[in-house]
């Protein structure tokens, strides 16, 4: 099966095959200038102490994906993640409507496939970038947290990549509307730029779609890994959260505005052109299904979700001209900017925490079943 071929053509195939990768050559490798300047900071005893407790809590909740992940887990590859037929985009469709059961899992299938593969390539994206904030924030405070995240999101990827190699056995190229915000995020020369860009925007992002699958999948690995996953963003968050808060206030006016028109720009397009063409085509379906999404209340109400975490963090560290309340306001998700961070950061926590719970106790199980 080509690429073109409409995997709903070849269902039967396309469901039982042990890897199916739609990643060619040429999508392998993708380079992006990065002019950074080194930043060396000898004040060492000068940490915040807010960063260094972050700091601290990093280092101390590291983890290892192939340890507490329990990877002998069964997946069915023909309907991975498990979630209802009512969260998958083309429900309520015309052609959704006309699909027979398998044709409904292989929908399921290609399209989880592309948002974990949406998630892995962006989680890469974040490797790359805190690497450099490493390099570039001017403090040393900074660059030790920084130091933590870098090994959170190498982790992210391998768990992430694992899953879909493993258990779906179908990966995705990134999607062109993320490489550009990971080429503007990578490519501006200036820290807080990167900051703003990743820990704010695509990890906010992401934390809204961790957690759609986090609280509605069935399939229990996946549920494990985004609840792992974001327990680690949310720290990730509040670092990007800490150090702009601090360095904002410093700005001109002018610069300020600069940064509140990247996000409203990365907003709108995290809003507008994220609709899985890619998925629709190796489906065989016509162009008007990306029309029949983008307009469907499904999606506008999941597109309106997915700010839960954004707007708040971009109230606190300051950018709130008018521009970007207007912005906003217009998207319908000005409301958001309300929301308990601190409370969200506590549920990601606990959620983690329970599932490290639910997986202790089945180790101790099958362990007294052995013995017994």
């Not at 549920?223 to 720290?235: H, S």
Request: one cysteine or more; aromatic letters at 10%.
């Amino acid at each position: 099966m080509t690429e073109h071929d409409g995997a709903l053509a070849t269902s039967g195939e396309a469901a039982t095959s042990i890897f199916d990768e739609t990643l060619t050559t040429s999508s392998r490798a993708w380079s992006v200038e990065s002019p950074a300047t080194t930043v060396f900071d000898f004040g060492y005893t000068d940490g915040r102490d807010q960063l260094l407790r972050l700091y601290d809590k990093g280092t101390r909740r590291q983890w290892i994906g192939s340890d507490r992940l329990d990877w002998d887990q069964e997946v069915d590859p023909g309907r991975p993640i498990g979630m209802p037929d009512e969260a998958h985009a083309l429900f309520g469709s015309p052609w959704w409507d006309k699909f027979d059961r398998k044709q409904k899992d292989l929908a399921h299938r290609e399209f989880e496939a592309w948002r974990l593969s949406q998630f892995m390539h962006g989680e890469q994206g974040a490797l790359i970038s805190v690497a450099k904030i490493v390099q570039t924030v001017p403090n040393i405070d900074s660059k030790f947290y920084a130091a933590t995240q870098t090994i959170d999101e190498a982790r992210h990827v391998e768990v992430y990549s694992r899953y879909l190699h493993e258990k779906i056995g179908l990966v995705y190229p990134i999607n062109p509307n993320l490489a550009s915000l990971l080429r503007d995020t990578v490519g501006d020369s200036r820290w807080d730029m990167t900051y703003l860009g990743m820990q704010v925007l695509i990890e906010g992002l992401a934390l809204a779609s961790f957690g759609l699958i986090r609280n509605m999948a069935a399939e229990p690995l996946a549920r494990a890994i985004n609840a792992y996953v974001m327990q680690d963003e949310a720290r990730h968050v509040m670092f990007g959260r800490l150090a702009l808060r601090d360095y904002y206030p410093q700005l001109t006016a002018a610069e300020r505005d600069e940064r509140e028109e990247f996000c409203v720009d990365a907003c709108y397009r995290m809003r507008d052109r994220f609709m899985a063409e890619e998925v629709w085509e190796r489906l065989g379906l016509p162009p008007d299904a990306t029309k029949w999404v983008e307009e469907s209340e499904l999606f506008h109400q999941f597109r309106v979700y997915l700010f839960t975490r954004i707007v708040p963090v971009i109230r606190d560290i300051g950018l709130w001209g008018p521009k970007i309340r207007g912005a906003f306001e217009d998207m319908g998700v000005l409301g958001f900017a309300e929301t308990d961070l601190d409370a969200e950061m506590a549920g990601d926590e606990a959620a983690a925490e329970e599932f490290d719970r639910q997986h202790l106790a089945h180790v101790e199980a099958a362990a007294e079943a052995v013995a017994g």
